[in-house]
């Protein structure tokens, strides 16, 4: 299936890409300003959209509110709500107001913690893309790709709501010479999340995407998963318990990407590469006469990290990294 972004009649193209939100709500609203205020052509979130957990306030029977966040026990009147709420989102977790006979059932019931997971993470995301049109204007586009840590109720949403475009596997046309496709899957984890793959078979979805293709040389591959041992893919050495291993005072950094990315890219060459899936690894570099780039993720701290790129043709006039 093959998107056309009408209405694109400027020479240069921008872009702006942006990756690894986590449930961010304040790293979702500065995308959607910065692509307003700079006035992007496309708007892209390369993956990885939904939060990880929630966060129960309990309702007590003295009318007071308790709850659980960064190591703390916090207890606060209805006056706190607004802020408790606020800090929470902000961290990329959801807030989930209850009260104690539901929370001592969530408590044994795991089914019914991912029952209310699942309903707060689609109403919040919803509310999310709600925000497109109050904060965009309609000439640019929003691009978002589900990442390995979306659920995949999370396709459903994005596909029938109508402020944006869910880029899986699809043929998006950024301008006159440009086509994107995206690709949410990443090669196979210690955290065994939604969308992952071994190698081999990554490669397969990789190249049936790539078949779509008109001009490969020109296309953009929107891939979750940054090119194996490139400066862009590095992260923390992890023992068996999943604790960063410490050398000499110092984390032991080593190469997780995707081989099968960076062998589409080393055999196709296309103009340009989008990637994240690490949030340690930003930067920029080239791959033959590809452009890469990993913006990384500062999601809990509220920080937006992106890239805005102009290019005209297959020049590349501004390659900037943003953060805010």
């Known amino acids: 299936m093959s998107f056309l972004f009408k209405g694109k009649k400027a020479q240069v193209t921008r872009i702006l890409f942006v990756t690894d939100m ?29 939060g990880k957990m929630i966060v129960p306030i309990v309702e007590r029977k003295d009318g007071k509110y308790a709850y659980y966040l960064m190591g703390e026990n916090r207890i606060i009147d209805s006056s706190g709500l607004e802020k408790a709420s606020k800090d929470i989102k902000g961290i990329g977790y959801y807030p989930y107001l209850t009260n104690e006979s539901e929370y001592e059932e969530m408590k044994k019931n795991t089914e019914k913690v991912d029952q209310v997971f699942h309903e707060v993470m689609i109403s919040t995301l919803k509310s999310w893309l709600d925000l497109i049109p109050q904060k965009v204007s309609s000439e640019t586009r929003v691009v978002v790709c589900p990442g390995n840590d979306d659920r995949f109720p999370v396709d459903d949403l994005v596909n029938n709501h109508k402020y944006v475009i869910n880029g899986e596997e699809k043929v998006i046309e950024v301008d006159d010479s440009h086509e994107m496709i995206s690709c949410g899957w990443v090669n196979p984890s210690p955290w065994k999340t939604s969308r992952e793959e071994e190698e081999d078979k990554l490669e397969e979805r990789l190249e049936k995407y790539i078949s779509h293709l008109k001009n490969v040389e020109a296309s953009i591959f929107n891939f979750h998963a940054p090119p194996y041992q490139t400066k862009l893919d590095e992260a923390p050495l992890l023992d068996d318990d999943l604790n960063p291993v410490i050398q000499g005072g110092s984390v032991v950094m080593v190469p997780v990407g995707s081989k099968a990315v960076r062998k589409v890219i080393e055999k196709y060459q296309p103009f340009l590469g989008l990637h994240g899936h690490i949030h340690e690894a930003s930067g920029s570099m080239k791959i033959g006469k590809t452009y890469c780039v990993n913006p990384g993720s500062e999601y809990a701290e509220g920080i937006l990290r992106a890239f805005l790129i102009e290019f005209k043709g297959n020049n590349i006039i501004r390659l900037q990294r943003i953060e805010g």
Do not use: P, Q, Y
């Open 22 to 50: 986590h449930g961010s709500e304040g790293v979702w609203r500065k995308f959607l300003n910065a692509s307003a205020m700079l006035k992007a052509d496309v708007a892209i979130c390369g993956g990885d959209l939904t």
